[in-house]
């Protein structure tokens, strides 16, 4: 019974797109082949080149690696794990954001970072800290608002700058630091 009434609907179906199309200029029912009758069964016409199936498997067993995330000049994430190695243990002066996803003025300060860690690539390391993942970070450095971005020289902290600010001010900020 069920296969008796998606048979009916598949006729309607292909009825009903006729009319559809009866009317476009492109459109004639002879053009017009829908599938009757076969429901959900699987249909063995309907398979890929041997090339494409050769490639999706090679691309599954691939072993390449995206590096995009370590590129000079962008800002990178710095977790509880990596914060000595990456922010204390640093040789040259480190910008550090903190900030949470559900903050917006984080939000709008974000691309003035990122301009930033591309201007200072070499000079400075740009490095953001999630406060909601990295509490212990935040609470070390009395962070209370975000967003809050930190300058770091020698594995110390500098200076501060509290709110989503100008990107002269952490330009300002910034050169203070940098070495000629």
Not at 120 to 133: L, P, Q
Request: proline share 5%.
């Amino acid at each position: 019974m069920a296969l008796q009434a998606s048979m009916n609907m598949s006729a309607m179906s292909t009825a009903r797109a006729g009319v559809l199309c009866s009317n476009h200029v492109a459109c004639s029912k002879e053009k017009l082949k829908l599938p009757t009758g076969r429901g959900l069964r699987r249909s063995s016409s309907l398979s890929f080149p041997s090339s494409l199936q050769t490639s999706v498997k090679n691309h599954r067993k691939s072993s390449i690696v995206c590096k995009a995330r370590e590129a000079v000049g962008v800002v990178k994430v710095v977790t509880d794990s990596s914060w000595d190695s990456l922010v204390i243990g640093c040789e040259i002066p480190v910008l550090v954001e903190f900030w949470a996803p559900w903050c917006g003025p984080c939000r709008m300060i974000t691309p003035v970072i990122d301009e930033l860690a591309a201007e200072y690539a070499g000079k400075i390391a740009c490095y953001k800290v999630n406060t909601d993942d990295c509490p212990n970070i935040a609470s070390k450095y009395a962070i209370r608002s975000i967003p809050t971005v930190l300058m770091f020289k020698n594995g110390e902290k500098k200076e501060g700058v509290i709110g989503a600010v100008p990107k002269s001010t952490l330009a300002a900020t910034i050169e203070k630091y940098v070495e000629a």
